[in-house]
């Protein structure tokens, strides 16, 4: 235990960092112009320690055991050179992992009309079939823009069939997907299949593989769009908690607690007997992984809920309490500032900018990394106030948003590319669905708007924004090293280089 007291230090600073920001944010406000209830204030900061130490305990555990798990049956797909067994194995992988997103189930118990279980498995089908289409891309050594512009293609015509009433939810849907369990095992899963190509592309192509996954939950939900009409009228507010003294404050959470430990641990279980099969017939897993899952485990549950309990209460009444105001466009500044600093409390955000800082050689780094997510994602959220307060049609800024990004992924490095398309996925996690989705829906209700069509939608715009605001940071780097004379990341292909087999059986 005295192994992991420092990195458990490590890691806590690491939350405290990322969730301390927006609760100053959040406790300005309520001093100031958007007065909250003392009941929500309690909850919101006693659910910002649970977040904090859930996120601590979730990153800890995704190292020890998603990781590594994913990237031993990603090389051990790709040594079986049977692409029979790939596909069958890729399309249940995604199924199983996806089913696991908590994230989801957050954003499934706020769409009106479609039941849960209805909305988690067309989407779990849907990433399980790209999942297969992403691994087969990197097998076999397809270019991701092209394939990022026909899919994206057909997602827009669909779109114009689907009811405008769905269109938000389906393109929320895709990013909400891409959360703290799927995205470190994706990732993983590409690092693993990676290791086993010898050619330099290696390292450009395992990234990619969450931008994939993000397109099929999208056409999924389009598709459940056709049957599935939603209307404000199916609508459920969020509940504001009203509690008199402390006692009440630690029922409420004690009350839901329970529910997410059986939650999650009926998330986690198809993970479980996955690789528990696995590992009987071709992995040799070591007890650390099993400690990973258990930290995995535990810091779910204390991150989902206190991001439930006290952080999705207070983000609603914010938003009412600012919409209500004369001067409601104080949401625009006020979002772009919460998304500023709420995209830096998302979990995977953590695991995807240390991947790509370790696996690009630091020529990418992680603060790099996260402040190109954070202007993104700061954009994104002023742009879903606008949309709030005006009833503007998201067609209207993604289409737009995505014809930027496909552009410019034919002029910017590819590995820039691919890591911009995964980072909109990664930046529209559990953090957006349980804050900034009702911070937009208390809006949304105070001025009168449609909730379906105007609420929803804001983890799209998240994921949006990321995959302009990162090429541009590509392009960057590409002009400083077209300056210097070097080629572009002649080091991460090295570093990938030194990524064979043993390597990866000893993490």
């Known amino acids: 235990m005295k192994l992991l007291n420092p990195k458990i230090r490590q890691k806590f600073a690491e939350s405290l960092k990322a969730v301390l920001p927006v609760v100053g944010i959040v406790i300005v406000l309520s001093f100031t112009i958007a007065p909250i209830t003392s009941s929500i204030l309690l909850c919101f900061l006693v659910g910002a320690v649970m977040v904090m130490a859930g996120m601590m305990f979730f990153t800890l555990g995704a190292e020890m055991s998603m990781t590594p798990m994913g990237e031993k049956v990603g090389a051990r797909m790709t040594q079986s050179k049977n692409i ?11 199924v ?11 954003l499934a118990t706020q769409v009106p009309s479609v039941p849960n279980m209805t909305l988690i498995l067309a989407v779990a089908v849907g990433v399980g079939i790209f999942l297969v289409i992403a691994l087969l891309r990197m097998l076999i050594g397809v270019a991701l823009p092209p394939l990022l512009t026909f899919f ?3 997602v827009f015509v669909l779109a114009f069939l689907v009811p405008e009433n769905f269109r938000a939810v389906a393109f ?38 969450v931008a994939l996954c993000s397109i099929g939950p999208i056409l999924a939900v389009m598709v459940l769009g056709l049957i599935y009409k939603p209307t404000n009228a199916d609508y459920q507010p969020v509940a504001i908690p009203e509690i ?15 529910d997410y430990m059986k939650e999650i641990a009926l998330s986690l279980l198809p993970i479980v007997l996955f690789f528990g099969l696995f590992q009987i017939f071709a992995l040799r897993l070591s007890g650390k992984t099993l400690i990973g899952l258990v930290y995995t485990y535990i810091g779910l549950v204390l991150f989902l809920t206190g991001a439930n309990v006290g952080f999705m209460p ?6 009412q309490v600012m919409a209500a105001r004369s001067y409601r466009w104080v949401l625009v500044p006020v979002g772009a500032l919460i998304g500023y600093f709420i995209v830096k409390a998302e ?17 990418i780094s992680a603060r790099s990394m996260g402040i190109s997510l954070s202007v993104g994602v700061s954009l994104s959220v002023a742009l879903a106030m606008i949309r709030v307060l005006t009833g503007i049609p998201i067609l209207w800024f993604l289409i737009p948003g995505y014809g930027v990004a496909i552009g410019l992924s034919f002029f910017v490095p590819k590995i820039f590319t691919a890591i911009a398309f995964d980072s909109g996925g990664v930046a529209s996690g559990p953090m957006t669905a349980t804050f900034l ?13 449609n909730l379906v069509a105007d609420a929803f939608g804001v983890v799209a715009m998240v994921a949006m924004t990321p995959l302009i605001t990162i090429q541009i940071l590509g392009m960057v780097y590409q002009l400083k090293q077209q300056k210097s004379g070097a080629g572009v990341f002649a080091g991460a292909a090295d570093a990938f280089g030194a990524l064979d087999e043993n390597a990866i059986i000893e993490l």
Not at 347 to 363: F, I, K, M, R, S
Request: charge should be negative; glycine fraction near 12%.
């Open 152 to 154: 994206y293609i057909a």
């Open 314 to 319: 207070a983000g609603n009444y914010l938003g």
């Open 84 to 94: 029979l067994l790939i596909v069958v194995l890729s399309f249940l992988l995604g």
């Open 244 to 258: 008199a003294d402390s006692v009440e404050l630690a029922q409420l959470f004690a009350h839901g607690i329970p």
């Open 172 to 209: 929320d849907s895709g990013g909400v997907t891409t959360g703290p369990m799927t995205v470190p095992f994706i990732m993983a899963l590409g690092v693993g299949i990676a290791s086993i190509r010898n050619d330099h592309h290696a390292a450009d192509d395992s990234f990619g593989l």
């Open 96 to 106: 199983v992992i996806t089913i696991s997103e908590p994230d989801l189930q957050v």
């Open 437 to 449: 989705l009702p911070l937009a829906q208390g809006a949304c209700v105070a001025v009168g708007g």
């Open 347 to 363: 979990p995977a955000v953590y695991v995807l900018n240390h991947q790509v800082e370790e696996l690009t050689d630091g020529a």
